[in-house]
C-alpha cells in the first residue's frame, strides 16, 4: 500500500540551528501539506502546497518556515534558526486531489527536539 | 470561524466497554467533510473516517460506528466492546474548502484497561 514517508523519525538540534525534514509524498497525488503537534496538544495545520507554490499557510508559518518540492518526489519544511517552541512532532500528508476530493494520507512524523 | 470541540479530555473504560468519543463542531460553510484521526502510543495518525456535509447517514465499521448530526453540529464516534488495543489519542477534524486545512480537535485520550 502506498504511504508517505518521512525523514528523519527524530532530530535533535541546538538552538538557532536550520533543519530540513523531508517527506516523500504519494506518487500520483499533487497536494502536499505539513501539520504541526506539540507534545500533548492538538495537531496544527501549517502550509499546503500545490502546482508548486504555497496555496495557504497559518499564521504559525513565518518567515522562519519555508517548503520547496526541489524535485519530483521529495516535499521538504524548513526550519531556519530554530528555537526551543519548534520542538514538536512535524507530519507530513498528501492527497491526490483537493482535500474535498479524497482524503489526505499523513506520514509517521518527524520529532524535532530543540535544546 | 471554524472550530471542533472535543469535550471529553481523557476517558478510562474497562475492556468490553462500549464507548463514545464525542465532536462538536462549528463552520459556515455549507459543504465540508469530518474526520476522525486515531493516534496510537507510536505516534503516527491513522485515518478512521472521512463524511462529508451531505451525508448524514450513520456508517458502522465492525466495532467502530459514527453518528452525524447536522442538526447539533455533532459527529460522535462509538467503539463498541472495546479492546486494549484501541488505547490512543482519537481526534476529530474539520474541512472546508480546497486548500487541504484540517482543523482538529483537542482530542481525547482513551484508557481501555484489561
Known amino acids: 500500500e502506498p504511504e508517505v514517508t518521512q525523514t528523519p523519525s527524530h532530530q535533535v538540534t541546538q538552538m538557532g540551528q536550520e533543519v530540513i525534514l523531508r517527506c516523500v509524498p504519494i506518487s500520483n497525488h499533487l497536494y502536499f501539506y505539513w501539520y504541526r503537534q506539540i507534545l500533548g496538544q492538538k495537531v496544527e495545520f501549517l502550509v499546503s502546497?500545490?502546482?508548486?507554490?504555497?496555496?495557504?499557510k497559518s499564521e504559525i508559518f513565518d518567515d522562519q518556515f519555508s517548503v520547496e518540492r526541489p524535485d519530483g518526489s521529495n516535499f521538504t519544511l524548513k526550519i531556519r534558526s530554530t528555537k526551543l517552541e519548534d520542538s514538536a512532532m512535524y507530519f507530513c500528508?498528501?492527497?491526490?486531489?483537493?482535500?474535498?476530493?479524497?482524503?489526505?494520507?499523513f506520514g509517521e512524523g518527524s520529532r524535532l527536539t530543540v535544546l | 470561524a471554524q472550530k471542533v470541540t472535543q469535550a471529553q479530555t481523557e476517558i478510562s473504560v474497562v475492556e468490553k466497554e462500549d464507548v463514545t468519543l464525542d465532536c462538536v463542531y462549528e463552520?459556515?460553510?455549507?459543504?465540508?467533510?469530518l474526520f476522525w484521526y486515531k493516534q496510537p502510543p507510536s505516534g503516527e495518525l491513522v485515518f478512521l473516517i472521512r463524511?462529508?456535509?451531505?451525508?448524514?447517514q450513520n456508517e458502522i465499521s465492525g466495532r467502530y460506528s459514527w453518528n452525524f448530526q447536522k442538526s447539533t453540529s455533532s459527529f460522535n464516534f462509538t467503539i463498541t466492546a472495546s479492546q486494549v488495543v484501541d488505547s490512543a489519542v482519537y481526534f476529530c477534524?474539520?474541512?472546508?474548502?480546497?486548500?487541504?486545512?484540517?482543523?482538529f480537535g483537542q482530542g481525547t485520550t482513551l484508557q481501555v484497561k484489561p
Open positions: 477534524a474539520l474541512l472546508s474548502g480546497n486548500t487541504g486545512k484540517l482543523i
Open positions: 500528508a498528501s492527497s491526490e486531489g483537493g482535500s474535498n476530493t479524497g482524503e489526505l494520507f
Open positions: 502546497f500545490y502546482n508548486n507554490e504555497i496555496s495557504e
Open positions: 463524511r462529508n456535509s451531505f451525508d448524514e
Open positions: 463552520t459556515r460553510d455549507t459543504t465540508y467533510y
